[in-house]
């Protein structure tokens, strides 16, 4: 089957999430039909425990950290995911951003 399309799941803090919501439009994310900038947001909670080498930006080395973020999800074509991808970790501040693409099946290929 040719995966026409993408889903991005990331997450972001919230005072970061318009930065990078832009930065995934301008790189081609978020088109459905005669619509742009088109994602999904939602409010959840972020946990993680960097490590003596990490360099986070918010949290503390070697300690469990409870953070606020935005999980974003918005569609691409294939062809743009490169470009999205790095457009993203352009304008992601963490040192990691946690980043999924899932190829989408097409309805009329149902």
């Known amino acids: 089957m040719d995966y026409k399309r993408i889903l991005l799941v990331t997450t972001v803090p919230p005072e970061n999430l318009d930065a990078v919501l832009e930065a995934l439009a301008e790189a081609g994310a978020g088109v459905v039909g005669h619509y742009t900038h088109c994602s999904f947001s939602q409010a959840g909670t972020g946990r993680f425990k960097p490590d003596a080498a990490a360099n986070p930006a918010v949290g503390a080395n070697e300690q469990i950290n409870a953070v606020a973020e935005v999980r974003i999800e918005t569609f691409l074509p294939r062809e743009s995911a490169k470009a999205v991808v790095t457009a993203l970790r352009a304008a992601h501040p963490y ?14 290929d149902l």
């Open 95 to 108: 040192e990691e951003p946690v980043i999924y693409l899932l190829p989408l099946i097409e309805e009329a």
